[in-house]
């Protein structure tokens, strides 16, 4: 069966700036997949791309085996899109929104199932202008939805919103997929990547870092587990050393500062990174009984997208 999406060696540039630098992936039938990185990262461009609202420099992207070049019309007819921003007639209902967007396509859904949805079927006769920001974005899932698509593309659908917003969002998303249509999504929150995602691309700088599932992408790092542990007294460089599992040891900005004079007293909080967390947490606590350190605190946390976005990026993720 031909994959819902397939990218070949994509390239866009815009005169000296390269949005996209060889990007090659495919998406499968009734999947969520999700493309996370920060703003800049050639995210939004590979998604125009897709949905033939831009041309490539290089390369070949096809939806459902039809080039979206040769095939715009066609590809278009069969994908639903949510953009980043989106106008409306601000002197139409919600309700006549949908009906005239999906007067536009061979297939159309009616409006009303389509507001009971996305839960706006008490709203059907206000206008976008009334909505709230979590509501707007409801209704731009709705708006992408007019044609019955088998794929639905939404650009960073949850920017702005509030954490209860953004999780009504969620289910939603969900909804739609369980449905079996095919879902490729752009964020640059990890938490929304793992949440939702089956497989997920990293990109940054218009290359694509990684592209696994969420749970084999942060089990390809080394350091399954962050611990920060706090002592009743400070340990030497060699219980350091015999602590940490052989993976890492971090200091706070507190203590580097501290350290930086001689024989200056140290805090007594420590932050490590464990590989293999059950038999290094054992060595490690093993290790704080035989020296005589009191435990006073243990915090273990273990390893998330954004840690598998600093190994591969080296820099915070920026919105």
Not at 112 to 131: F, H, K, M, N, T
């Amino acid at each position: 069966m031909e994959p819902a999406v397939q990218v070949e060696n994509l390239v866009k540039r815009f005169g000296p700036i390269t949005a996209v630098d060889g990007v090659t992936f495919s998406v499968k039938r009734g999947e969520v997949f999700g493309i996370l990185g920060p703003n800049g990262a050639g995210k939004t461009t590979t998604l125009e791309i897709i949905e033939s609202l831009q041309k490539p420099t290089e390369g070949r992207v096809s939806v459902f085996g039809l080039d979206v070049q040769s095939n715009a019309a066609e590809v278009k007819a069969r994908i639903g899109v949510q953009l980043q921003a989106a106008a409306y007639y601000d002197y139409l209902s919600l309700e006549e929104i949908l009906a005239l967007l999906g007067s536009f396509y061979p297939s159309q859904a009616a409006p009303g199932p389509l507001l009971e949805q996305v839960g706006l079927a008490d709203r059907a006769s206000s206008r976008v202008a009334e909505l709230s920001g979590g509501q707007r974005q409801r209704f731009a899932v709705a708006a992408s939805l007019v044609n019955n698509p088998e794929l639905v593309i939404l650009d960073e659908p949850t920017t702005g919103l509030d954490p209860q917003a953004r999780r009504n969002l969620w289910g939603l998303i969900r909804e739609v997929n369980q449905r079996g249509v095919t879902v490729i999504l752009t964020t640059h929150y990890m938490d929304e990547a793992e949440t939702l995602c089956g497989r997920l691309a990293i990109m940054d700088h218009g290359r694509i870092l990684a592209l696994d599932t969420p749970r084999n992408l942060i089990n390809q790092l080394k350091a399954s587990y962050a611990v920060k542990l706090t002592l009743d007294k400070p340990m030497t460089v060699d219980q350091l050393e015999a602590l940490n599992g052989g993976v890492e040891v971090i200091q706070s900005e507190e203590q580097a500062g501290e350290q930086a004079e001689e024989g200056a007293k140290t805090e007594n909080t420590y932050q490590l990174r464990l590989a293999n967390s059950p038999t290094a947490l054992r060595a490690m606590l093993d290790e704080i009984d035989k020296a005589g350190l009191g435990l006073e605190n243990l915090q273990i946390t273990p390893v998330t997208l954004e840690d598998v976005f600093l190994e591969l990026t080296g820099s915070e993720l920026r919105d």
